[in-house]
């Protein structure tokens, strides 16, 4: 993910800040690099979870193993109200994702379908089963761009 990544406002509305939750559970609306750094390091509001699996339409479950942070983990962050700075970047890394796959599609319906299902130009993952780590988030981003360029992806 680049600078630049963070710092764009999305084409299509659905930017990764209104991916988990907006400004009501970030308490924020982060603009820059900085402040999304800032607001990793402090740790998202646990709302989060629950507003990325509405906008994706997948299950808490699903959302779990796409983050490797197991399921009980995530139960008890929302109990404590706020994710941990690791688990807040792999939260924001996913929403930023979902940005861009939104942007590349320019719909969002066909960017989750797309995101859920396998894709040969990922060895037959999923773009979301990926995003458990930097670099697969960085073969998913690199597939989208292939997509905007009109390569095969």
Do not use: C
């Not at 402090?42 to 983050?67: F, P, T, W």
């Not at 994710?83 to 930023?96: F, H, I, P, T």
């Not at 040969?120 to 597939?143: F, K, W």
């Amino acid at each position: 993910m680049t600078t630049a990544t963070l710092a764009r406002e999305p084409l299509t509305g659905l930017s990764a800040a209104s991916v988990l939750g907006g400004e009501p559970v970030l308490h924020a609306l982060p603009r820059s690099v900085l402040e999304w750094i800032a607001l990793v390091r402090q740790g998202i509001s646990a709302g989060a979870v629950d507003a990325v699996v509405r906008v994706m339409g997948i299950g808490q479950s699903e959302l779990s193993r796409a983050l490797d942070i197991p399921e009980r983990t995530l139960a008890r962050r929302k109990k404590e109200g706020v994710l941990s700075s690791d688990e807040s970047g792999k939260m924001v890394r996913l929403a930023q994702v979902i940005e861009r796959a939104v942007e590349v599609f320019e719909d969002e319906r066909a960017a989750m379908s797309w995101l859920k299902n396998p894709n040969a130009a990922l060895g037959g993952s999923s773009p979301l089963s990926l995003l458990d780590t930097e670099l697969g988030s960085v073969a998913v981003v690199s597939t989208l761009g292939r997509i905007e360029h009109g390569v095969f992806a």
